[in-house]
T-cell receptor, first 113, second 112 residues
Framework: DSGVTQTPKHLITATGQRVTLRCSPR?????VYWYQQSLDQGLQFLIQYYNGEERAKGNILERFSAQQFPDLHSELNLSSLELGDSALYFC????????????FGPGTRLTVL | QKEVEQDPGPLSVPEGAIVSLNCTYS??????FMWYRQYSRKGPELLMY????GNKEDGRFTAQVDKSSKYISLFIRDSQPSDSATYLC????????????FGQGTILTVHP
C-alpha cells in the first residue's frame, strides 16, 4: 500500500457526461500528479500540483481540469466525455516540488459507454 | 517517434532465469531514470531509480544507465513467479517538476 488513495475505484458513465476523480496524497506529501494510462498511449502525464498551485502541465485536454485543495487532496474533472477517454487514471504524490520518488495510488478505472 | 521506446514483449522466462529489460530514449535532458513494476489492476510501484549514468543494485535487481548511448537496463536475477508483472521505465529531466515520461512497458511472465 503506497499510502495514496483514490476514489472511486471504478466509474462507468455515458458519452457527454462529466465525472470527478478524487485523490488523497500520502501524509506530508505536497505534490500531486495525475496520469492517464491507456492501451494505445501507455502512461501519460496530465498535470501536477504543488501545495495548491499548478506547476506543470502535460498533454491534458481542455475538457479536463484539476485542482488541489487546502487539505492537499486533489480532484480531476473530466467533462464532455468521449469513448476515447476510457482509461485508468492514476494519482501520484511526492514530498517536494521537484523530482522525488513518486508513489502511485491504485487508480480509477473509467469506462465511457 | 516516442521520446522513450520500450519493447512491449511479452517476455516469458523460466523461474531462476536472468531477465534483461531495456529502454532507449531520445531526450538528452533526461537525468533521472526509474523502473516501475505494475501488477495487473494495480498502480505502478517504484523499483529502482538512478541519477545520471552508472549502475545501482538492490537485492536481485540491477539498474544500468548509459547516457552516452541513451540506453537503460534493468536486470532481474533468479527470477521468481512473483516477478510476473509489467515493467515500465520512466525518465525525468530534473527541471520539469517531476513530469515523468514512461515507456510502453514490458509484460514479463516467469513460469515455475
Amino acid at each position: 500500500d503506497s499510502g495514496v488513495t483514490q476514489t472511486p475505484k471504478h466509474l462507468i458513465t455515458a458519452t457527454g457526461q462529466r465525472v470527478t476523480l478524487r485523490c488523497s496524497p500520502r501524509s506530508g506529501d505536497l505534490s500531486v500528479y495525475w496520469y492517464q494510462q491507456s492501451l494505445d498511449q501507455g502512461l501519460q502525464f496530465l498535470i501536477q500540483y504543488y501545495n495548491g498551485e499548478e506547476r506543470a502541465k502535460g498533454n491534458i485536454l481542455e475538457r479536463f481540469s484539476a485542482q488541489q485543495f487546502p487539505d492537499l487532496h486533489s480532484e480531476l474533472n473530466l467533462s464532455s466525455l468521449e469513448l476515447g477517454d476510457s482509461a485508468l487514471y492514476f494519482c501520484a504524490s511526492t514530498r517536494g516540488g521537484l523530482y522525488n520518488e513518486q508513489f502511485f495510488g491504485p487508480g480509477t478505472r473509467l469506462t465511457v459507454l | 517517434q516516442k521520446e522513450v521506446e520500450q519493447d512491449p514483449g511479452p517476455l516469458s522466462v523460466p523461474e531462476g532465469a536472468i531477465v534483461s529489460l531495456n529502454c532507449t530514449y531520445s531526450n538528452s535532458a533526461f537525468q533521472y531514470f526509474m523502473w516501475y513494476r505494475q501488477y495487473s489492476r494495480k498502480g505502478p510501484e517504484l523499483l529502482m531509480y538512478t541519477y545520471s549514468s552508472g549502475n545501482k543494485e538492490d537485492g536481485r535487481f540491477t539498474a544500468q544507465v548509459d547516457k552516452s548511448s541513451k540506453y537503460i537496463s534493468l536486470f532481474i536475477r533468479d527470477s521468481q513467479p512473483s516477478d510476473s508483472a509489467t515493467y515500465l521505465c520512466a525518465m525525468e529531466s530534473g527541471t520539469s517538476y517531476g513530469k515523468l515520461t514512461f515507456g510502453q512497458g514490458t509484460i514479463l511472465t516467469v513460469h515455475p
